[in-house]
């Protein structure tokens, strides 16, 4: 298929909580502890800021690239002050009352600027440069991409438009969030590339799956 020979506005959008100890990654702490579970979290959003705004610099011919932090609290809240937040990125408050109303007004208001947008969490340090690259390239041929994570939700979703129908009434943090998910695309009528499947960083068990350098990757095992 022939491309547009206009760059692609693709607007990346981070859902992220304030890495503070106790409350952050609470499933973490009996293997990390309360300091060591919100230290990783910092660690996790730090690269996933570091991995964004990298292609705001990274200049292409195809690509225009933003990146919007959707915070809670707000940006203004003390428990952001750890955290280095690198110049170029777009600070704003979360609005919803559960992931999905919070995921579809970010979706949104990303697409007022943007001709497609990417959605993804802070807990997943398998999406990287790369593969954020990568699901913009998919989204010149498709309405959306989606990369499913192993315990059946997911870590990133892109869409060229934006329809609620994709957040609304659906079992987040079960693994029925990919599943119903790609049947909410079907039924909107969008075409969607799926990806290969990632590790979202929720239990001990998944440690194993971070940066083999990182040394919480130590801490994990494997479930029996």
Known sequence: MSKDLSPLKVSIQIMAKAPVAGLAKTRLIPALGAEGAARLAKKMLGKILQDSVALITDVQESYLF???LWMTPSP????????????GINLYSQRGDDLGERMSY????????????????????????????????????????????????????????????LFADIPWSTNKVAELTRQRLLECGMTFSEFYIVHDIDEAEDLIHLPSEWPESKFGYTAV
């Open 76 to 87: 203004d809240s003390p428990s952001w002050l750890s955290v280095n937040i690198p110049t």
């Open 66 to 68: 933003s990146v919007n």
């Open 106 to 165: 970010a979706a949104a208001q990303g697409l007022t600027n943007a001709d497609a947008i990417i959605l993804v969490g802070s807990d997943c340090p398998e999406i990287n440069t790369t593969v954020l690259h990568q699901a913009a390239m998919a989204l010149y041929d498709h309405d959306a991409c989606l990369i499913p994570s192993a315990d059946g939700g997911y870590a990133l979703l892109g869409l060229r438009r934006h329809e609620p129908r």
